[in-house]
């Protein structure tokens, strides 16, 4: 493979297992002018294990609206650059959204290659529903805002993914027990792809005596997962209303197919509904 000119490569990088560097992500690393990373030390040691000598130059959250006008100049004249993060997939609560947004105004191209992502890789062994999931990235750190903004999620049907510090989570899981209910199903993601690597399945409740029952388990880095809240079945006095609504305009029939689509209720009871207004109001 050979890296195209101009480009910023957005390149993935292992979350611990150095095995998850893919021989393309070695390649463009390997070739590029100039790799803009998170923590040029920390980089520097996963790029030595590769014998990719490629020159470094710090991209943080400090420093990325500076730093993105330099890298642009450099795209516009022509060096290609990967921008990396300290593990998985860079803007992925990483820094690089500005460089990217700066480099899609000037018209360059932005090239992924993709690779470990904590949140994906953790949803694709939870056993959760995975067709449809809510990233929420940090929760706040402190209590107050966290259970205010967890009270915003408790009815989203969504399986949610949270990133955690390991030193906030046994009082992100009792606050996610005192929102969602002890019951609701949810996953601890811990320490992916590294020796002591965590997934358990469980109940909120049952999650938060595994992490208090064993001190391992509140070290390293996690994902937590939580089980979406049950989809909203119309109430019979909700379903009644909007047949009586659709019973004034519609023959039976009809009437009763589209609010049976529309609430989720089955078509043998709205049915039976809906005689009984026809019959009793002569709707
Ligand atoms: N960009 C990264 C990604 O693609 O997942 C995420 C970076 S974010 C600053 C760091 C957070 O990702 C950690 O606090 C943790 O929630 C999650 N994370 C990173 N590596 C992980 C791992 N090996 N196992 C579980 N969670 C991990």
């Given at each position: 493979m050979s890296i195209e000119q101009g480009v910023l490569y957005v390149v993935a990088t292992p979350l611990g297992n150095l095995g998850d560097l893919s021989p393309r992500a070695q390649e463009t690393l390997a070739q590029v002018a100039l790799i803009a990373a998170e923590d040029t030390r920390h980089s520097a040691r996963l790029l030595h294990h590769f014998g990719i000598k490629t020159p470094l130059i710090a991209l943080h959250e400090h420093n990325e609206r500076e730093r993105s006008a330099e890298l642009i100049a450099r795209l516009k004249a022509g060096d290609a650059l990967a921008l990396i993060s300290d593990a998985g997939t860079p803007l992925i609560s990483d820094p690089g959204y500005t460089l990217v947004r700066a480099a899609h105004a000037e018209r360059l191209r932005v090239c992924p290659i993709p690779g470990p992502c904590a949140l994906i890789a953790a949803l694709s062994a939870s056993g959760l529903p995975s067709d449809r999931f809510v990233f929420e990235g940090f929760l706040p750190a402190r209590a107050t805002a966290r259970r205010t903004h967890l009270a915003t999620l408790q009815h989203e049907?969504?399986?949610?993914?949270?990133?955690?510090?390991?030193?906030?989570?046994?009082?992100?899981?009792?606050?996610?027990?005192?929102?969602?209910?002890?019951?609701?199903?949810?996953?601890?993601?811990?320490?992916?792809?590294?020796?002591?690597?965590?997934?358990?399945?469980d109940s909120l409740q049952g999650l938060c005596d595994f992490v208090h029952?064993?001190?391992?388990?509140?070290?390293?880095?996690?994902?937590?997962?939580v089980h979406g809240a049950p989809v909203p079945l119309a109430s019979e006095h909700d379903s009644e209303?909007?047949?009586?609504?659709?019973?004034?305009?519609?023959?039976?029939?009809?009437?009763?197919?589209?609010?049976?689509?529309?609430?989720?209720?089955?078509?043998?009871?709205?049915?039976?509904?809906?005689?009984?207004?026809?019959?009793?109001?002569?709707?």
């Open positions: 049907t969504r399986t949610l993914i949270f990133y955690e510090a390991p030193h906030r989570l046994q009082d992100s899981l009792s606050d996610l027990c005192a929102v969602f209910g002890t019951e609701r199903q949810a996953v601890l993601a811990r320490e992916l792809t590294k020796i002591f690597e965590t997934v358990r399945n029952a064993d001190p391992q388990q509140q070290k390293g880095e996690c994902v937590i997962l209303t909007l047949l009586r609504a659709l019973l004034t305009e519609l023959p039976v029939k009809q009437a009763v197919r589209l609010a049976a689509a529309i609430s989720g209720v089955k078509k043998n009871d709205l049915y039976e509904l809906a005689l009984r207004l026809h019959t009793r109001h002569n709707l």
